[in-house]
């Protein structure tokens, strides 16, 4: 399996850096093929703009997703983008590595979606959810919050977690036809102990190794559009 691991922070030293390192060790000892984009590493662009494209259609006026189409046929990324498109096309799994901000993702990982995720390459009028592009992939998402299980539940301060992971898991992977394996969630890794911390790394560890055989999330029929 070829795996690309998409990671979002800016401290190599962070838990989250720990969980990414952990990932290519054992995917890597699996068997698994296994390429990281580094995003902060990388000094990745999070801002689209005209600046994704050699050349444009209509330098008269910037319209983001007509340039996108134009770039997809003839071939006008800029290298940059071009590199992670090319990554993406050869992942059969897809994971997003990152620390819950804002109820979301970092912006530089919610950018690297806007520019790599662009219509014509990854999903086109009739090329979404069950007709996306990317059927047969899957994407899952590994990541940190800073509050504890008991916030991230119907009735809790910040609400149910998998309604706030909606637009990523279902706006995101499943848009452009990817399978979405269920999230990996450290809650509040910066907070608990050492020990604790040891235990989420090898509940990861178990993750990974069962990654084949891991069921994909059934979303409601009401979030999928007609």
């Known amino acids: 399996m070829n795996v690309l691991i998409v990671y979002a922070h800016p401290e190599p030293k962070s ?3 720990a969980m ?3 990932a290519v060790q054992v995917l890597k000892d699996a068997g698994h093929s296994v390429v990281v984009s580094d995003l902060y590493a990388m000094k990745f662009t999070p801002a689209g703009g005209p600046g994704d494209f050699l050349e444009r259609q209509d330098d ?3 319209h983001y997703q007509r340039e996108q189409m134009r770039a997809t046929s003839d071939a006008l990324f800029v290298p940059e983008l071009k590199a992670e498109m090319d990554k993406l096309v050869w992942a059969d799994l897809v994971i997003f590595q990152f620390p819950l901000w804002w109820f979301s993702l970092p912006a530089i990982l919610k950018g690297w979606v806007d520019r790599v995720f662009a219509m014509g390459f990854s999903y086109g009028r ?4 069950a007709t996306g592009v990317f059927r047969g992939k899957r994407g899952m998402l590994a990541m940190t919050t800073g509050g504890p299980p008991s916030s991230y539940v119907a009735g809790g ?4 977690l998998h309604q706030l992971l909606l637009p990523i898991q279902h706006g995101m992977f499943a848009f452009v ?3 979405v394996l269920p999230p990996f969630v450290a809650y509040g890794a910066a907070r608990v102990s050492p020990e604790e911390r040891a235990a989420y790394l090898e509940a990861f560890r178990e ?5 084949e055989s891991t069921s994909p999330i059934e979303f409601e029929a009401a979030a999928r559009p007609a």
């Open 60 to 62: 008269a006026f910037f």
């Open 20 to 22: 990414k390192d952990l």
């Open 177 to 179: 036809g990817m399978d």
């Open 157 to 160: 301060n910040h609400g149910d």
């Open 15 to 17: 838990f989250n850096g």
């Open 207 to 211: 993750r990974l190794l069962t990654l």
């Open 126 to 129: 009739e090329q979404r959810y």
